[in-house]
């Protein structure tokens, strides 16, 4: 070779030599830009302008018909009952035909116990508590009759037919002292009371409140005070307390 043939090719070597890193890229870049795409390959174009975001749509199941009337049917029972409705159906509980003295019926359990009727007024509603108490208490002649000279002991352990009921009457206010038979013959108002009505004549007495009879008779024959109220009664005086 040459001297002139070798300065030539040392002229030529710091061109390659001595590229900086821009001009490595910018010959990286136009490559790739002219460089069409393959089918696999990562290389893509951005698009100028975006599509625009679909807007999402709120889909509205179909009512059927049939859930229609359901949805009614639950309205229907969460509106409250109304209170013709609701005597209806505490008749239907009490097994009475009579929708209007459904609420004034005191009910009676399976263990002889009366249960106050949802109309009755609290002096009722205290006879029905207190003749519970003694329901199922025995018999003995005199009892519930104890004390004397005004310091009357009402609770006994045994009741007559008017010691039981002075005991209930004593315990709503009605009375104040133990009454037999006889006095009760004249005691409160004359007649049938609404809630409460005694029975009484020489030589027995009894009491019906709200619907149910209370009698040391009915004890004698089911264990329990507590009965269904007589259809027919004769021989008895009828009185009431005052305003029941």
């Not at 300065?7 to 136009?30: D, R, V």
């Not at 609420?103 to 009366?114: C, F, K, R």
């Not at 208490?137 to 007559?160: F, I, N």
Request: a positive charge; charged letters at 20%; one cysteine or more.
């Amino acid at each position: 070779m040459s001297r002139r043939s070798a300065l030539a090719l040392l002229a030529m070597l710091p061109a390659f030599a001595g590229c900086s890193e821009e001009s490595q890229n910018a010959a990286t870049t136009s490559v790739a830009a002219t460089t069409p795409a393959v089918a696999g390959s990562k290389v893509f174009t951005v698009p100028a302008e975006l599509p625009q975001r679909a807007k999402k749509t709120k889909t509205v199941p179909a009512v059927k018909k049939t859930d229609v009337a359901a949805q009614k049917l639950q309205q229907a029972d969460e509106r409250p009952a109304s209170d013709a409705q609701a005597r209806k159906d505490l008749a239907q509980a009490l097994g009475t035909d009579d929708v209007n003295r459904a609420v004034d019926q005191a009910g009676l359990t399976e263990e002889g116990y009366a249960t106050v009727p949802p109309g009755a007024p609290p002096q009722v509603a205290a006879i029905i508590t207190a003749a519970n108490q003694v329901a199922r208490a025995p018999y003995r002649y005199g009892g519930g009759h104890g004390g004397v000279k005004g310091e009357e002991t009402w609770v006994d352990s045994a009741y007559d037919c008017s010691g039981s009921v002075s005991f209930a009457m004593a315990s709503a206010g009605l009375l104040d002292r133990q009454m037999d038979s006889t006095s009760l013959m004249s005691w409160g108002e004359e007649g049938q009371g609404k809630w409460v009505t005694v029975y009484a004549n020489a030589g027995h007495a009894f009491m019906v409140v709200a619907g149910l009879r209370f009698d040391t008779v009915e004890r004698a024959r089911t264990g329990t005070r507590w009965g269904a109220a007589p259809t027919r009664v004769s021989g008895f005086a009828a009185r009431h307390p005052k305003n029941l």
